[in-house]
């Protein structure tokens, strides 16, 4: 298949399944009870009525709208575009110091069996503390840092806590990429008399590509999870998380205004995995011998 | 140095002329609740420069062992050994000796020339010479043409050529192989086996070869080094070779005292007296 055709073809699937999702909404609203089904006195699926389940034309074009009925006001579609660029510099920030910090560990681990016994359980544990248990903690801890002029923001805060969660995938995923070598190119790499570190940078990050982008992608998503919670339980304004707690304060006028944000968040997300997709276009070289 | 190699450089003087002796030498592998392995036991092992000696055995004979002593990647329990007299650390530092394993090794992420040029790179070559030396080799191992192919896209064959090439890239006076021809089907093999005899006579290399394959060894060597396993031990060392007259080709394949020394070698392998003879030699196509 040639490139062009594969690219054309991977378009329409990803365009067929949207299409899909939305039949599926419009169909359920058309055709579904009102009152929802409910089996047992449990409701199994949602109501059918525009205030549960509005149809989706009207929530793309609360795009357009104004954001409230005073005049001049800025549009939603503008309101969460900014919101969606405040959001995805903080999750990027996150993302960055998540890496670093991932990678830093895994190469302590890596090179210290001592290290690995010691951390990884933690490593571990730590993502089982709910994010919204460590967000007040964080700011407050936070707060009390200015070196100089320099004071620590909420922004600080919330990048931190996407860091939080950024961090672990890089770790582990790291971890296993440079144990990935075979015994043959560690032996290669003795022979050579080649000490550790050098070894680590002719042999062990390059092999450990393939698993590192993986990791880097699950990263992405985690540090834009992380920063919309963190948003929230922060109260930072600005962002996406703030945007999407407001606008479902409206959703009783307006249900459809809700989405608005809610299909902001799902963009960033999706700008963020594109982004690390291009991190592995650009490691390709170092992708040779996966299936392709 | 370990503290279990006992060798030193004092006698350097009787050392030249020989590539590798091997005095002595036992491994242990120690394990919890299980008795210890005895990989190798009293190894006594001299290679001249320039000579050519298999190390052939069943599986656990210690044959990869001895080889991996050798190269440094793995120290004797006792015993002493020294390469172009140091010590197989020293040896290993000075890059005295060239290696290459069963598996290629190549680096996937590396064309083919960057491969040959890997050893060369981590030892501060300039690039100006790293290149000429790296054309050389491939004209050297037939693959001038793939320079910038990467591994996945050759042959066995063809990869165990780039790893021979990288093993020759410093130019070493020693070549240790692991059962580098293992993987490969037998028509590659045999081309291979010629390919390295060539090789050999152009660079003038000692070798040391593990295989298990008894053609593969009369046909390469000088010295046949017959082991056995449990504990790993030298039964014997047959001379191999087409003699003063003949050449390594396909021709000495077919002669008489191919299948004499290949007969000799089985017969040494299984142990019985001379009485298996006629029928060992009549079985070379088995490895």
Not at chain 1, 21 to 27: K, Q, R, Y
Request: charged share 20%; net charge neutral.
């Amino acid at each position: 298949m040639t490139r062009a055709l594969w690219l054309v073809r991977r378009i329409l699937l990803g365009t067929i399944g949207v299409l899909v999702l939305v039949g599926v909404w419009e169909a359920y609203k058309a055709l579904g009870p009102a009152n929802g089904v409910v089996i047992h006195g449990n409701t199994v699926l949602p109501r059918t009525t525009d205030l549960a389940m509005p149809h989706v034309w009207e929530m793309f074009s609360k795009f357009s709208d104004p954001v409230n009925s005073f005049a001049g006001t800025d549009t939603v579609g503008s309101v969460v575009w900014s919101a969606c660029l405040f959001t995805l510099k903080l999750s990027a920030i996150g993302w960055a110091i998540g890496v670093v910090v991932g990678a830093v560990l895994a190469v302590l681990m890596a090179r210290f069996r001592l290290a690995e016994s010691a951390m990884l359980p933690w490593i571990v544990l730590s993502q089982t503390v709910p994010l919204i248990a460590i967000a007040p903690l964080v700011r407050r801890w936070g707060s009390q840092i200015h070196v100089g002029s320099w004071v620590w923001s909420s922004e600080n805060s919330v990048s931190v806590i996407a860091a939080y969660l950024a961090f672990f995938p890089v770790a582990v995923g790291a971890l296993r990429g440079l144990r990935s070598p075979d015994a043959t190119h560690l032996d290669l790499m003795h022979a050579y008399g080649v000490g550790w570190w050098r070894t680590l940078f002719t042999l062990r990050l390059p092999s450990s590509v393939p698993y590192l982008l993986p990791a880097l992608r699950l990263a992405a998503a985690s540090s834009v999870i992380g920063t919309v919670v963190a948003e929230v339980s922060i109260g930072l304004r600005g962002g996406v998380g703030r945007l999407i707690i407001e606008y479902a304060q409206s959703a009783g006028g307006d249900p459809a205004k809700p989405w608005a944000p809610i299909f902001g968040a799902v963009a960033v997300g999706l700008v963020a995995a594109g982004a690390v997709g291009v991190i592995g276009l650009l490691c390709r070289p170092y992708r040779r011998g996966e299936a392709a | 140095m370990s503290a279990t190699t006992s060798d030193t450089s004092t006698d350097t003087a009787t050392d030249i002329g020989n590539a590798v002796e091997v005095s002595g030498v036992s491994r242990v592998f120690p394990r919890r609740r299980a008795d210890d392995v005895i990989a190798l036991e009293g190894v006594d092992l001299t290679v001249a420069e320039g000579e050519f000696v298999s190390l052939i055995g069943p599986s656990g004979c210690g044959k990869s062992t001895l080889l991996r002593i050798i190269a440094d990647l793995d120290t004797p329990s006792s015993g002493s050994l020294t390469v172009f007299g140091k010590s197989a650390r020293q040896a290993r530092l000075d890059q005295d000796y060239g290696i290459a394993f069963q598996q290629a090794g190549l680096l996937p992420w590396r064309s083919v020339a960057d491969n040959v040029a890997l050893p060369l790179e981590l030892h501060g070559t300039g690039s100006r010479a790293r290149k000429d030396r790296v054309g050389e080799l491939l004209d050297l191992v037939g693959l001038s043409d793939f320079a910038r192919a990467h591994p996945d896209e050759l042959s066995g064959g063809m990869q165990q050529r780039v790893a021979i090439a990288r093993a020759l890239a410093e130019s070493p006076r020693l070549l240790l192989m692991d059962e580098p021809f293992g993987a490969l089907d037998e028509i590659t093999r045999e081309r291979m086996q010629g390919e390295l005899v060539r090789i050999c006579a152009e660079t003038g290399a000692a070798v040391v070869f593990v295989t298990h394959s008894i053609p593969e060894a009369v046909f390469l060597s000088d010295r046949v080094v017959v082991m056995t396993p449990r504990p790993g031990r030298i039964i014997d060392i047959v001379d191999s070779g087409p003699g003063d007259q003949g050449r390594r080709d396909d021709d000495f394949r077919d002669a008489a005292g191919f299948f004499h020394t290949v007969a000799r070698v089985r017969e040494l392998l299984h142990g019985g007296p001379g009485a298996n003879a006629i029928a060992a030699a009549r079985g070379v196509e088995n490895r």
